[in-house]
């Protein structure tokens, strides 16, 4: 299994200020994703990060407003830039693992992040 | 689109009732089932999976699930739930082939009454 971490665990900021999530796997990995779970809602897919080349986005979700960065196999930043009260989420780092044959997802603690 | 659809968003029960939580699934190909469990204040945990083979899987904590290629779903079923089962289950899809996302459902919020 991953064990991950997520710093901060939690965030109240102000609009228009951006806040960078830091993401650290106990192990190398080659995929790490980066989902947003916002408040009664499940969680969606914000992109997907691997070493060495550029993060891949999904649609609604574009790399000004949430630049990622992934220096090496076991790291990751997510940042929300320009904060509105709508990216009050709870933000989730995710790392797949092979395991007996199969890929296993493991997630992050989440970072709780309010914007007043 | 792909989707993921958890037709209870919140469930009731008693302990030493039995528990099952639909999941629906929109897409033709071959795809990977998972089933994800959140207790309160912890990570988001993998409950039990679907791959290939015996459509009934079991995972942990005496959980199941069956896995019907012909209705789309993925059902999560256990006999008897016990308090500590309370939590949010979220099932998820993955496809098999193109891209590695997963899908995941709205979620159920299962509370157990002692």
């Known amino acids: 299994s991953a064990v991950i971490s997520q710093k901060p665990s939690r965030d109240i900021c102000q609009r228009g200020t951006s806040l960078t999530i830091q993401c650290q796997v106990d192990?190398?990995?080659?995929?790490m994703f980066w989902y947003r779970q916002q408040p009664g809602q499940s969680l969606t897919l914000i992109a997907t990060a691997n070493q060495g080349s550029e993060a891949t986005y999904e649609s609604g979700f574009v790399i000004d407003k949430f630049p990622i960065s992934r220096p090496n196999l076991t790291f990751s930043t997510l940042t929300v830039s320009n904060m509105s009260p709508e990216d009050s989420s709870i933000y989730l780092c995710s790392v797949e693992t092979p395991k007996g044959g199969y890929n296993e997802q493991f997630f992050g603690p989440g970072t709780r992040l309010t914007v007043l | 689109a792909q989707s993921v659809s958890q037709h209870n968003h919140h469930v009731i029960l008693s302990e030493a009732a039995s528990l099952e939580l639909g999941c629906n699934y929109s897409y033709g190909g071959t795809v990977n089932l998972f089933w994800y469990v959140q207790y309160p204040g912890q990570h988001l945990q993998l409950l039990l999976k679907y791959f290939s083979g015996d459509p009934l899987v079991k995972g942990i904590k005496g959980f199941e699930a069956e896995f019907i290629k012909s209705k789309f779903s993925f059902n999560l079923r256990k006999p008897s739930v016990q308090w500590s089962d309370t939590a949010e289950y979220f099932c998820?899809?993955?496809?098999?082939?193109?891209?590695?996302?997963?899908?995941f459902g709205t979620g159920t919020r299962l509370k157990v009454l002692a």
């Open positions: 998820a899809v993955n496809q098999v082939s193109g891209t590695y996302k997963y899908i």
């Open positions: 192990s190398q990995v080659t995929m």
